[in-house]
């Protein structure tokens, strides 16, 4: 499962959060920044959520950048 729209915390922090469907749970987790980020833009969390109905991703600007890094998308393994 792919998370949607992602909230913009900040210019420098944006999050994602991906929810499985009923009856399923995150058996794993991972993220990407979309487009392709640029240095000094990193993932700082990726884990599943605390109930295990899905994941959620963070990532940072860790130094200033000249351009518009888009956006973060979490990934879950979802399964019975």
């Given at each position: 499962?792919?998370?949607?729209?992602?909230?913009?915390?900040?210019?420098?922090?944006?999050?994602?959060?991906?929810?499985?469907?009923?009856?399923?749970?995150?058996?794993?987790?991972?993220?990407?920044?979309?487009?392709?980020?640029?240095?000094?833009?990193?993932?700082e969390?990726?884990?599943?959520?605390?109930?295990?109905?899905?994941?959620?991703?963070?990532?940072?600007?860790?130094?200033?950048?000249?351009?518009?890094?888009?956006?973060?998308?979490?990934?879950?393994?979802?399964?019975?």
């Amino acid at each position: 499962m792919a998370g949607g729209p992602n909230a913009h915390l900040t210019d420098s922090r944006k999050a994602d959060t991906t929810i499985c469907p009923a009856g399923k749970r995150a058996h794993g987790a991972g993220a990407a920044t979309s487009p392709p980020a640029p240095g000094g833009v990193g993932l700082e969390q990726v884990f599943p959520q605390p109930n295990l109905n899905g994941a959620q991703a963070i990532a940072v600007m860790t130094e200033p950048v000249t351009v518009d890094w888009g956006s973060v998308q979490s990934f879950a393994i979802c399964a019975a």
